[in-house]
């Protein structure tokens, strides 16, 4: 068994001096003059003088503008700061400039339509064709346009043609239920929808034709409805107020709008909203812009997934989480996109393992979840398959144990550049993360990302080096959210990251940063397991408890209780076959002891059929404290943003049931 902070792999001369980030250490060099050694002395530069750091970027990368900013960078309050003040940049047309002709842009996979690809020149024609569509319907700058597609070629054509003609895109998966997509999309007043007959998921086929024509019809300002049909080509919609258009009028096969112009964008005109998880309220509508997520992006997946032409990844998501719109932002470095949509399990545990396979993945993402199952199934996917050109593996969602990054260097190959890393939808990108220059070490991220002046705060507002912190952003990143929709006078933003400490983003994780430079996430701060005043990350229990053959799922949670003492319960989804009897929580308490702490160890544990998660995969262990702890579950927890809304039931049952909880 791996120890945390051990070894498990150093980049070889040659990874180092072909990545990206060397690349960037030379021009840095060559043309400013700016001499660095090593990854850590690039990331202090890059936050000393974030104006600085920045500007190099947009020479590096190339990006133009017809009309010149006046300044990078205004100031370093937040919020409120603002980027290349009076440049232009449109996020499609970054996207389609980096197109390699005759070359995949996009490699797709579905249950539904089997394998394919799309050539960048198909892809540009698809965009082209969308875009001057909208145009011909009324859309105009800063109309909303949504989509309740699948993962799939249409919903990125729907994308980079929303955005190539100035209105702004937001996206929900259709696995979503009907009040979630209201939730989101009635906060927006969207004028254009694209939806679906259906979708496919482990075999079964899931009808959407009735949800799309209901959702349609609560949406006020909708005027068109495109129907994309992707279980039955002669499937045909309901609506009965929104204009009805069929995908194949949209983005005709044998058409091309070659004279179509992009919309010139200002660099903080919205691109694309975003929406926080709801759990406990209407999800909050994040809002990004073209200029700053096309230069973040580019900055992250160069430099951090390190992609560029000939190169290609993967990350297992759906359309209704971030991880989406960063696959797809791929395609701005050159590198081709891979997509799947439908069960990572079906027809087998190795459908994604296949699908790298066949297309010649370069860079792999997934859970750790996902890579637990696949242990616990004992799937070992370098023996059937030739996983050779995976390069990069991401490990993204939930904090990678040492115990998950061993086994991807044991099943998949044994030399791989082994990412996890983590940020949010709110920036949609990564605070912390990963450098091809680096090394790996069992149960950390490598390093903190170019531009992101990220610290551990202490309770009163110190960066600590070797203790748990709150994760803060010191100084602005060009893809904080430029406002929340709705949201006139910015109170709801400012009260969601600048309250903790004026001025600083507190992003609401809790993070170890050591001396060299590496980082762990311990989870949310607002779930922390406070005792005996010790803060507990839940992530160091799930690690522990998770990893025992007998548990197939967790959750943990700490209620305060009147005189100042607390009830610490742990929620255990068991495997198949096997009883949580006296023997097995003795074992489990035990080993929480044993491998963490006394204070680790529950004050009781109960078996469970379910434990309850966000549409994006996230533990609901707030919704349950707060359920546990009185309050009525309207105020606790919004079902409609939960995968399984049935899956909280058994909580609230137990709260009402236990008002007199033992202490500790």
């Known amino acids: 068994m791996v120890n945390d902070g051990e070894l498990l792999w150093t980049p070889s001369e040659e990874f180092v001096r072909n990545s ?45 503008s017809a009309t010149p900013y006046s300044t990078v960078l205004t100031g370093t309050a937040m ?41 960048w020149d198909e892809l540009a024609r698809s965009v082209r064709n969308v875009a001057t569509w909208l145009r011909s319907v009324g859309v105009v700058p800063g109309d909303r346009v949504v989509s309740y597609l699948p993962n799939s070629p249409q919903a990125v054509v729907a994308l980079l043609a929303t955005a190539a003609v100035g209105a702004v895109w937001s996206s929900c998966s259709p696995d979503f239920g009907q009040n979630s997509v209201l939730d989101r999309f009635r906060q927006i007043a969207p004028k254009v929808m694209f939806a679906p007959d259906g979708y496919r998921y482990g075999g ?80 909050k509508p994040i809002v990004h812009g073209h200029g700053g997520i ?52 079906y027809p087998g545990h190795d459908v994604l393992w296949r699908m790298a396979a066949e297309t010649g993945t370069t860079f792999f993402g997934t859970s750790p979840g996902y890579i637990a199952l696949m242990e616990k199934e004992g799937v070992r996917p370098r023996e059937r398959f030739d996983l050779s050109k995976i390069s990069g ?13 061993e086994w991807c260097y044991e099943n998949i190959h044994d030399d791989v550049w082994l990412t996890s890393q983590s940020g949010g939808t709110d920036v949609a990108t990564g605070f912390v993360g990963a450098a091809p220059t680096l090394p790996v070490h069992a149960g950390w991220i490598q390093c903190r990302t170019l531009g992101a002046d990220v610290q551990a705060y202490s309770e009163d507002g110190r960066p600590v080096i070797g203790e748990v912190g709150e994760l803060v952003v010191r100084q602005p990143m060009p893809s904080m959210p ?35 430079g590496e980082c762990q996430i311990h989870g949310r701060s607002d779930s922390t397991l406070n005792r005996f005043g010790v ?39 068991v495997a198949d076959g096997v009883d949580l009897d006296e023997e097995l929580v003795t074992r489990i308490r035990r080993r929480l002891s044993v491998e963490n702490s006394p204070r680790h160890v529950p004050d009781r544990i109960y078996r469970v059929d379910r434990i309850p998660y966000t549409l994006t995969g996230k533990k609901m262990e707030i919704p349950v404290r707060n359920l546990l702890q009185g309050m009525p579950v309207e105020r ?18 137990f709260g009402a049931a236990q008002r007199d909880y033992p202490s500790s």
């Open 79 to 119: 919020p409120g700061a603002r980027w290349f003040v009076g440049a232009q940049l449109n996020y499609a047309e970054e996207v389609l400039r980096r197109a390699r002709p005759g070359e995949v842009a996009i490699h797709h996979l579905s249950e539904a339509g089997g394998a394919g690809a799309l050539t």
């Open 294 to 345: 096309t230069l973040e992006m580019t900055k992250l997946l160069h430099f951090h997934f390190d992609l560029r032409p000939g190169k290609s990844m993967f990350f297992f998501t759906t359309t209704g989480w971030v991880m989406w719109n960063i696959t797809v932002s791929a395609l701005l470095t050159g590198a081709a996109a891979v997509i799947y949509d439908g069960s990572p399990t």
């Open 204 to 283: 079964r086929d899931f009808a959407r034709t009735a949800e799309s024509a209901a959702i349609a019809e609560a949406l006020p300002d909708l005027q068109w409805l495109v129907h994309v049909p992707y279980l039955d080509a002669d499937s045909r919609p309901r609506a009965r107020r929104a204009k009805v258009a069929h995908w194949d009028e949209v983005a005709p096969a044998d058409g091309d709008a070659r004279d179509f112009v992009f919309a010139p964008t200002g660099f903080e005109d919205p691109l694309w909203v975003v929406y926080s998880s709801g759990t406990t309220g209407l999800p």
């Open 20 to 64: 990206n980030v060397t690349r960037y250490l030379d021009w840095l060099r060559a043309e400013r003059g700016v001499d660095l050694e090593d990854y850590q002395r690039l990331w202090q530069w890059s936050v000393d003088d974030i104006a600085v750091f920045w500007e190099s970027l947009w020479d590096y990368f190339g990006f133009d």
């Open 636 to 653: 606790a927890a919004n079902r409609d943003s939960m995968a399984d809304p049935s899956a909280l039931d058994f909580y609230v049952e």
């Open 393 to 405: 593996i991401m490990l993204g969602g939930s904090p990678a144990s040492p115990e998950v990054m």
């Open 482 to 516: 430029l406002f929340f929709w709705n949201d006139p006078d910015g109170e709801r933003y400012r009260s969601s990251y600048f309250e903790s400490f004026p001025g600083v983003w507190t992003h609401g994780d809790h993070l170890t940063i050591n001396e060299a």
């Open 535 to 573: 803060r507990i990350g839940t992530a160091e229990v799930y690690r522990t408890v998770e990893a025992m053959d007998e548990v197939d799922d967790s959750l943990v949670v700490c209620l305060a209780l009147p005189g100042g003492t607390f009830f610490m319960p742990l929620f255990v989804r």
